[in-house]
């Protein structure tokens, strides 16, 4: 992103506080596995207790420290959340991007393709290929990015169609331009509001998606530590230590929360410049 980009992002108040708040969950999730007071499969104390001096938020369902287990389990859930969206975009961009460019048999031959994906519940459509190829990090991966490809390539195929009949994007053509010139000078530039603010979207939906499967347990596996598998190992305990439950589910709404923030106010900077 433009330096342009983010000083239009810190000037809206929703930029500033999605910032901040994308600034210390990072922080947490890299920085807090240097900080956290004991190992991630320490046994701290009883299960399920309270804060205690030993474990300021209190232990999970096996005794350990929730509070280790939050600083060590924000790593996981931004490389795959980060992971997930890279691996989306790298597959729906010249999707999306060609198919509204070339139109004709192309463009009916990959959007019904891509109706396929759609027609299949999300959850559904994870557990299926999870179930059928195995229980591991790079299947959860993948699983999560069929889940939100069908989507993306929708979003950036109608875009793209849109501003592929206009002048400049003709002019182009007459010209003699090769295809891949013209997409990447003529027609992403054009989308990329589009592009940035549905990546966002897509980034919140893979943390999401991938924190569901760690709930569900298709995902990663105990001992790991990650926000998601949290929420899920310690459901049974909410009564006795909230705070097992709540402070990774904070953390997760936090991160997806601050992303939406910043991608709206870079659309709506987007708005302000061009009504200048």
């Known amino acids: ?22 600034i210390f969950v990072i922080a947490v999730a890299l920085l807090g596995r240097f900080l956290s007071p004991h190992s991630i499969t ?19 369902g096996l005794g350990r420290d929730v509070l280790s287990r939050v ?22 961009l010249p999707i999306g991007l060609f198919a509204g460019f070339k139109r004709g048999r192309w463009d009916t031959w990959l959007m019904r393709s891509t109706d396929v994906l759609l027609a299949f519940p999300a959850l559904l459509l994870v ?15 993948v699983g999560v990015m069929l889940a939100l490809v069908g989507s993306s390539i929708r979003i950036i195929y109608s ?32 989308i990329s ?7 966002g979207v897509r980034f919140t939906y893979a943390i999401l998606g991938i924190a569901a499967m760690n709930f569900l347990g298709v995902g990663l596996q105990p001992p790991a530590a990650d926000w998601g598998l949290m929420v899920a190992e310690n459901k049974m ?10 402070a990774p589910a904070i953390l997760l ?8 923030l910043i991608a709206d106010a870079y659309m709506q900077g987007r708005k302000d410049a061009t009504s200048r």
């Open 159 to 190: 875009a793209t169609l849109e501003v592929s009949t206009r002048g400049y994007v003709e002019a182009a053509i007459a010209r003699g331009e090769r295809t891949a010139w013209i997409l990447h000078h003529e027609v992403l530039p054009s």
């Open 253 to 260: 709404a936090l991160l997806t929360i601050s992303v939406n």
């Open 71 to 92: 600083l060590h389990g924000g790593f996981t859930v931004l490389w795959l959340g980060a992971t997930v969206s890279i691996l989306t975009y790298l597959v729906a």
């Open 42 to 60: 320490d046994i701290v104390g009883m299960p399920g207790s309270g804060p205690s001096s030993d474990a300021l938020l209190g232990t999970d």
């Open 1 to 22: 992103m433009k330096n342009s980009s983010l000083r239009s992002i810190a000037k809206q108040r929703s930029g500033q506080t999605g910032l901040v708040m994308l």
């Open 127 to 141: 557990l299926v290929f999870i179930t059928a190829v195995g229980t591991q990090i790079w299947v959860l991966v």
């Open 237 to 246: 305990f909410i009564q006795v230590n909230l705070l097992s439950v709540l």
């Open 193 to 199: 509001s589009s592009v940035i603010a549905d990546a």
